[in-house]
């Protein structure tokens, strides 16, 4: 288990539709979360109707502190709505199961991908 931890967010904005891909490593803190939702906040502010499309790389992800997933569950309760697509790629099990319990916070589609490619692939369906 690595002490290295957190979460990178890109953020590709053309009119209404964003794109965004994140990448989680390690176990993820309350402190990760602090530091993405203002990005995320920002990116979606000034935008009516957002058609936001996911790549979310969680392939080094090893879990979230108690506090980091009820950060994730605000989070997905704040914008998940906003969500057209979201496109997890990962290679595990425990990941693919968290995923489908995220899909509850979600207004779009959620599936997970044991390749990258495939997955933006679906993506820019």
Partial sequence: MS???GISVDVERVDERVF???KAIGTLTHSDYEKITPQLD???SDIKRPIVNAYVDST???GWQLHAAWDDLVLG????KKFNK???YNDSEWQEVISRVGTWFV??????FDEPL????WLRE
Avoid: P, T, Y
């Fill in 118 to 121: 495939e997955a933006l692939s």
């Fill in 3 to 5: 002490n290295l931890h």
């Fill in 107 to 112: 207004g779009g589609e959620v599936r997970c």
């Fill in 86 to 88: 979201v496109a997890i």
């Fill in 77 to 80: 309760m704040k914008h998940g």
């Fill in 42 to 44: 920002e990116a979606l």
């Fill in 60 to 62: 080094d992800c090893e």
């Fill in 20 to 22: 965004m891909e994140f």
